[in-house]
């Protein structure tokens, strides 16, 4: 294949009545194909081509035909969220060098009504597909950069269409699964669930975001779809276990939980193994340069309290290694690099002995079952008093209280100051000062938070990860 719209035509060939996509309503397989190709055949017959087109998404299907009537049309999509504040929108739009948008003003605009519902010419059809090349661009996704301007990471088909067939290999998934998207559709982790789905002729459900607000409800709308396998980041799996969901009710159907993103407390992992023993838990690893993930771990048993879960081995077709600690990455699954930044690109996309590593900025270990254990980004390190630490190491002994709900750990640069953010499962007597005692007994003492605040709720941002950004405005 060379075009992911091959995925959805393939389908649509061996079961056009299966449900493909469902949020309020639902699609089947041949009524998407249509929707897709009249998009296309409208984006052909304005002449555009090969431009990158915004889409501001939503959490409903029709965003996902949009983007695949681009991927037919040879045009590349670019998702964005509709509440971005209005200077990360001009970036985006800015350094990606954005012309055209559906339903966007301030573009030259694009009407999904009329795509969706204009003529289709198969003519025009067989000439798009006559073009398809495997290394075109197929979206481009914004991400924070270091510098305070998001960085655009273009994906290809390639990319897209070598993870599916990496993942299926290695975990043996059947057709036919059915897949609950937590992932916003503007954020690159939401691809996996897009296309596993086609890859695998299953059914997507995309549940309205306030559904995850009650851990109840979306254990219950896991049940009433029938729901066998998520793909989840693990703040969305932490909440249904710290409020105790699943000591009455549990997802019934789920076969697979795959996790990714940040690190899973282990004492909420736990939870969910013992509710659910005969349900596998994968630990995925991937970054937004990477399509999908390229390694993984299956948890076995339970898990100390303060253990490090491995990232694991590569997923089929990924060479993985570690230089000087860093995790590097040679695959099919490697981005073709940043939007319209060479220098960023070289730095990071490097050629050695003939083969295109990724140099990920994540640092790791070995250990002695041959596993990679992710150990911290390098974002995370620090220096203080004279001591390189990890912050993620300072979260990870401070996650294993048992009061300890959430913590976040940042530095203040300025002040030269650790300082420990942390949501409480119960009330604490004199908190700050209990915290801080135990800190000193579990951590050496260049790693003890200088500042501890406890916060009614931890913030998250919109892909359910702690907000680290916002907090670091309050330091």
């Not at 081509?49 to 035909?65: A, E, H, W």
């Not at 697979?256 to 659910?276: C, H, Q």
């Not at 300072?394 to 300082?419: F, P, R, T």
Request: proline share 5%; aromatic share 10%; net charge negative.
């Amino acid at each position: 294949m060379k075009n992911v719209f091959e995925l959805l035509e393939s389908a649509s060939l061996t079961c056009p009545e299966r449900l493909l996509f469902e949020d309020v309503e639902g699609v089947n397989y041949r009524d998407a194909l249509s929707k897709v190709s009249s998009v296309a055949c409208y984006l052909w017959s304005k002449g555009i081509r090969k431009q990158r087109i915004l889409v501001n998404v939503g959490r409903d299907f029709s965003t996902l035909l949009l983007f695949f009537g681009i991927a037919l049309s040879g045009n590349c999509y670019v998702p964005m969220d509709p509440t971005y504040p209005e200077q990360r929108k001009k970036d985006i739009v800015d350094i990606g060098e954005v012309a055209y948008g559906f339903d966007c003003p301030e573009l030259e605009s694009l009407s999904a009504k009329e795509a969706f519902s204009f003529p289709i010419n198969e003519a025009d059809i067989l000439e798009m597909k006559a073009a398809f090349n495997a290394e075109d661009p197929l979206y481009l996704m914004f991400t924070s950069g270091s510098t305070g301007k998001p960085k655009g990471v273009m994906k290809c088909h390639r990319n897209v269409l070598a993870f599916v067939d990496n993942f299926v290999s290695t975990f043996g998934l059947e057709e036919g699964v059915r897949i609950c998207n937590q992932t916003p559709f503007s954020f690159d982790a939401s691809a996996k669930d897009i296309y596993l789905t086609l890859k695998l002729k299953g059914t997507l459900y995309i549940p309205d975001k306030t559904k995850f607000a009650l851990p109840k409800v979306i254990v219950d709308y896991l049940n009433e779809k029938q729901v066998d396998t998520i793909l989840w980041v693990p703040s969305a799996l932490t909440v249904i276990a710290k409020t105790r969901t699943l000591n009455y009710i549990k997802p019934e159907y789920l076969k697979r939980v795959f996790f990714i993103g940040e690190v899973f407390p282990a004492k909420y992992l736990n939870m969910w193994t013992a509710a659910m023993p005969d349900t596998h838990f994968v630990n995925l690893y991937g970054s937004t340069e990477i399509a999908g993930a390229c390694l993984y771990h299956e948890v076995k048993g339970e898990l100390p309290i303060d253990a490090s879960l491995p990232t694991g081995k590569p997923l089929h077709g990924n060479e993985v290694k570690l230089e000087d600690g860093e995790i590097c990455v040679c695959s099919d699954q490697v981005a073709l690099g940043y939007y319209n930044d060479p220098e960023k690109t070289a730095s990071t996309f490097r050629v050695e002995d003939g083969k295109r590593f990724l140099h990920t900025g994540d640092f790791a270990e070995i250990n002695d079952d041959g596993d990679i254990v992710f150990h911290a980004r390098k974002d995370f390190q620090i220096k203080h008093m004279g001591y390189r630490i990890e912050l993620q190491d300072i979260e990870a002994v401070m996650s294993s209280l048992d009061y300890v709900e959430d913590c976040c750990c940042l530095y203040n640069q300025d002040k030269g100051k650790i300082v420990l953010f942390v949501t409480l499962n119960r009330e604490l007597e004199n908190a700050v000062t209990v915290i801080s005692n135990d800190a000193r007994e579990k951590l050496p003492y260049y790693m003890v938070p200088n500042i501890v605040r406890v916060l009614p709720v931890m913030p998250l941002n919109a892909n359910g990860k702690i907000d680290r950004n916002g907090l670091k405005k309050s330091l």
